[in-house]
Protein backbone atom coordinates (compact mmCIF):
# COMPACT_ATOMS: atom_id res chain seq x y z
CA UNK A 1 0.00 0.00 0.00
CA UNK A 2 1.46 3.67 -0.68
CA UNK A 3 -0.32 6.70 1.11
CA UNK A 4 -0.50 10.15 -0.41
CA UNK A 5 -1.15 13.41 1.76
CA UNK A 6 -1.83 16.46 -0.44
CA UNK A 7 -1.30 19.92 1.11
CA UNK A 8 -1.02 23.69 -0.12
CA UNK A 9 -4.16 24.21 -2.06
CA UNK A 10 -6.27 27.22 -1.37
CA UNK A 11 -7.81 30.63 -2.90
CA UNK A 12 -5.78 32.97 -4.96
CA UNK A 13 -6.01 35.75 -7.08
CA UNK A 14 -5.54 35.74 -10.79
CA UNK A 15 -1.96 35.68 -12.01
CA UNK A 16 -0.85 34.69 -8.71
CA UNK A 17 1.00 31.85 -7.08
CA UNK A 18 0.49 28.75 -5.10
CA UNK A 19 2.59 25.41 -4.05
CA UNK A 20 1.35 22.29 -3.84
CA UNK A 21 2.88 18.99 -1.78
CA UNK A 22 2.93 15.78 -1.94
CA UNK A 23 4.31 13.17 0.21
CA UNK A 24 4.11 9.66 -0.45
CA UNK A 25 4.77 6.55 2.24
CA UNK A 26 4.47 3.18 2.66
CA UNK A 27 5.34 0.34 -0.22
CA UNK A 28 7.52 2.34 -2.45
CA UNK A 29 10.50 1.02 -4.16
CA UNK A 30 11.76 0.50 -8.11
CA UNK A 31 10.74 2.81 -10.82
CA UNK A 32 7.45 4.55 -10.18
CA UNK A 33 6.38 7.67 -11.63
CA UNK A 34 4.40 10.73 -9.41
CA UNK A 35 2.13 13.49 -10.59
CA UNK A 36 -0.78 15.52 -10.45
CA UNK A 37 -3.99 15.79 -12.45
CA UNK A 38 -6.66 17.78 -11.40
CA UNK A 39 -10.82 17.67 -11.74
CA UNK A 40 -12.96 20.89 -12.19
CA UNK A 41 -17.12 20.88 -11.58
CA UNK A 42 -18.19 18.76 -14.68
CA UNK A 43 -15.08 18.08 -16.41
CA UNK A 44 -13.13 15.00 -16.61
CA UNK A 45 -9.97 14.27 -14.49
CA UNK A 46 -6.84 15.29 -16.35
CA UNK A 47 -3.04 15.32 -16.36
CA UNK A 48 -1.20 18.04 -14.75
CA UNK A 49 2.26 17.00 -14.31
CA UNK A 50 4.28 13.70 -13.97
CA UNK A 51 8.06 13.14 -12.66
CA UNK A 52 10.11 9.86 -12.43
CA UNK A 53 11.97 8.98 -9.31
CA UNK A 54 14.98 9.53 -12.02
CA UNK A 55 13.39 12.98 -12.73
CA UNK A 56 12.40 13.11 -15.91
CA UNK A 57 8.59 15.48 -16.40
CA UNK A 58 6.18 15.75 -18.71
CA UNK A 59 3.64 18.14 -18.34
CA UNK A 60 0.38 18.92 -20.22
CA UNK A 61 0.26 21.94 -23.07
CA UNK A 62 -1.71 24.19 -20.90
CA UNK A 63 0.39 24.20 -17.91
CA UNK A 64 3.72 24.27 -19.75
CA UNK A 65 5.63 27.65 -18.69
CA UNK A 66 3.50 28.09 -15.62
CA UNK A 67 3.62 25.26 -13.50
CA UNK A 68 6.84 23.14 -12.35
CA UNK A 69 6.79 20.18 -10.78
CA UNK A 70 9.84 18.79 -9.06
CA UNK A 71 11.17 16.12 -6.44
CA UNK A 72 11.84 16.55 -2.72
CA UNK A 73 15.63 15.66 -2.02
CA UNK A 74 15.70 12.52 0.17
CA UNK A 75 11.89 12.12 0.14
CA UNK A 76 9.38 10.55 -1.84
CA UNK A 77 7.77 13.72 -1.89
CA UNK A 78 6.60 15.77 -5.19
CA UNK A 79 6.14 19.27 -5.36
CA UNK A 80 3.82 21.77 -7.97
CA UNK A 81 4.65 25.23 -8.29
CA UNK A 82 2.09 27.15 -10.08
CA UNK A 83 2.45 30.55 -11.50
CA UNK A 84 0.51 33.13 -13.09
CA UNK A 85 -2.58 30.99 -12.06
CA UNK A 86 -6.10 31.31 -14.47
CA UNK A 87 -9.42 31.11 -13.44
CA UNK A 88 -9.54 28.25 -15.65
CA UNK A 89 -7.16 26.59 -13.18
CA UNK A 90 -9.58 26.11 -10.48
CA UNK A 91 -10.08 22.43 -9.63
CA UNK A 92 -9.72 19.82 -7.38
CA UNK A 93 -5.87 18.94 -7.69
CA UNK A 94 -4.83 14.56 -7.25
CA UNK A 95 -1.91 13.80 -6.51
CA UNK A 96 -0.60 10.13 -8.14
CA UNK A 97 1.59 7.67 -7.77
CA UNK A 98 1.99 4.95 -10.08
CA UNK A 99 4.43 2.03 -10.64
CA UNK A 100 2.22 -1.56 -11.69
CA UNK A 101 -0.39 -0.54 -8.86
CA UNK A 102 -2.09 3.15 -8.96
CA UNK A 103 -2.67 5.63 -6.00
CA UNK A 104 -4.57 8.87 -5.61
CA UNK A 105 -4.69 11.19 -3.06
CA UNK A 106 -7.81 12.97 -1.40
CA UNK A 107 -7.24 15.71 -3.34
CA UNK A 108 -6.41 19.68 -2.68
CA UNK A 109 -8.78 22.06 -3.76
CA UNK A 110 -7.33 25.12 -5.84
CA UNK A 111 -9.44 28.16 -6.62
CA UNK A 112 -8.12 31.43 -8.57
CA UNK A 113 -10.61 33.78 -8.24
CA UNK A 114 -10.61 37.51 -7.42
Known amino acids: QVQLVESGGGLVQPGGSLRLSCVAS????????MGWYREAPGKERELVATITNGGSTNYADFVKGRFTISKGNGKNTVYLQMESLKPEDTAVYYCNFRDLRTYWGQGTQVTVSS
Open 26 to 33: GSIFGIYV
